[in-house]
């Protein structure tokens, strides 16, 4: 098992910028694949990044690409997701998401929610415009 904490969720102003992180435990973290998700009122949860075990891959969803940046920090079991100039369309609840991985791509590009093993409570974000 592999247990995934969100935090860093809040409040913040369009064109603002908050950073997620999502802690690991249970399992070796540098066996999976990450990936981040949200899930905004009424609509499906969606692919928003990802990135392969050792951090050299990453994937975004058009929708955030060159605003958010996914990293991680294997040394402490930590994935990390950089939110800049965000819009009142990213508010959703965030989540984490774990998939055993250690190759240096991942299968559609990590987009896929049936792709993943594990998955956070997720955190809030909301941006006001």
């Known amino acids: 098992q592999v247990q995934l904490v969100e935090s860093g969720g809040g409040l913040v102003q369009a064109g603002g910028s908050l950073r997620l992180s999502c802690a690991a435990s249970g399992r070796t973290f540098s066996n999976y694949a990450m990936g981040w998700f949200r899930q905004a009122p009424g609509k499906e949860r969606e692919f928003v990044a990802a990135?392969?075990?050792?951090?050299?891959?990453?994937y975004y969803a058009d929708s955030v690409k060159g605003r958010f940046t996914i990293s991680r920090d294997n040394a402490k079991n930590t994935v990390y997701l950089q939110m800049n100039s965000l819009k009142p369309e990213d508010t959703a609840v965030y989540y984490c998401?774990?998939?055993?991985?250690?190759?240096?791509?991942?299968?559609?590009?990590?987009?896929?929610?049936?792709?993943?093993?594990?998955w956070g409570q997720g955190t809030q974000v909301t941006v006001s415009s």
């Open positions: 998401a774990a998939r055993f991985s250690t190759g240096d791509t991942i299968l559609a590009g990590g987009s896929q929610r049936f792709l993943y093993n594990y």
């Open positions: 990135i392969t075990w050792s951090g050299v891959t990453t």
